[in-house]
Antibody, heavy 118, light 107 residues
C-alpha cells in the first residue's frame, strides 16, 4: 500500500526556516517524481515544487522560488522541503504528492501544518 | 501562469441528481487536465486525469470530458459520499495551477 507521511510542520516566526519531510513507503520511491503542494486555510491547493526522478530536475512556483528547496534521499525513501525566509503568506497545510504513471498526483500524504506568525 | 476558472463556485444538489462542473483554461492545455475531490480535513484525491481517464478505484458515475480550454466533470446519480469540493488542475505547463474549486452541497 502506498503511503506518504509528512512531518516537520509547526509555528515559526517570519523570516525563519523550517524543513519538511515526507516519508514514502509501498512503492519504489526512486522511480517517481514527487511534489509539494500547499493549501492555505479556506483556499484551494497551490502547487509549490516538484522533483523529477529521471534527471533530478526541479521546478518551483514563483511565490517560493529562491526561498524553498526541494530535495530527496532515495536511500531513505524521503522527500524534503527546505523553507527559508518564511512569510505569513506561507501559512498552509503542506502535502507531498506522488506523480503516478502518466498521471499527476495519484497519491497524497495527510499534510503537515506550517504557521508563520510572530 | 495558466489561469483555471471553475463554475459554479457552489452547487446545491440532491442524492440521485446529475451534476456538471465546468472548468475553463486561459489558454490551450490540450487534455492535460485532472480533477480532484477534497473532503473537509482530508487531502485531495485524484478522480480523473488527462481530461477523461478515470483513476483506478473511482466509481464510474464520475466522468470527464473536454479539450483545449473547456472541460467538464459530470457526476451521474449523485451519492451521499460525493458531497465535497472539486478542483480542476492543469498540468500542461509550469506552474501547475488549480481552479478555485466547486463545493457540492446537499440541497
Amino acid at each position: 500500500e502506498v503511503q506518504l507521511l509528512e512531518s516537520g510542520g509547526g509555528l515559526v516566526q517570519p523570516g525563519g526556516s523550517l524543513r519538511l519531510s515526507c516519508a514514502a513507503s509501498g512503492f519504489t520511491f526512486s522511480d517517481y517524481a514527487m511534489n509539494w503542494v500547499r493549501q492555505a486555510p479556506g483556499k484551494g491547493p497551490e502547487w509549490v515544487a516538484d522533483l523529477k526522478s529521471r534527471d533530478g530536475s526541479t521546478h518551483y512556483a514563483d511565490s517560493v522560488k529562491g526561498r524553498f528547496t526541494i530535495s530527496r534521499d532515495n536511500s531513505k525513501n524521503t522527500l524534503y522541503l527546505q523553507m527559508n525566509n518564511l512569510r505569513a503568506e506561507d501559512t498552509a497545510i503542506y502535502y507531498c504528492a506522488r506523480d503516478g504513471p502518466s498521471r499527476p498526483w495519484d497519491y497524497w500524504g495527510q499534510g503537515t501544518l506550517v504557521t508563520v506568525s510572530s | 501562469d495558466i489561469q483555471m476558472t471553475q463554475s459554479p463556485s457552489t452547487l446545491s444538489a440532491s442524492v440521485g441528481d446529475r451534476v456538471t462542473i465546468t472548468c475553463r483554461a486561459s489558454q490551450n492545455i490540450n487534455t492535460w487536465l485532472a480533477w480532484h475531490q477534497q473532503k473537509p480535513g482530508k487531502a485531495p484525491k485524484l478522480l480523473i486525469y488527462k481530461a477523461s481517464n478515470l483513476e483506478t478505484g473511482v466509481p464510474s458515475r464520475f466522468s470527464g470530458s473536454g479539450s483545449g480550454t473547456e472541460f467538464t466533470l459530470t457526476i451521474n446519480s449523485l451519492q451521499t459520499d460525493d458531497f465535497a469540493t472539486y478542483y480542476c488542475q492543469q498540468y500542461n505547463s509550469y506552474s501547475w495551477t488549480f481552479g478555485q474549486g466547486t463545493k457540492v452541497e446537499i440541497k
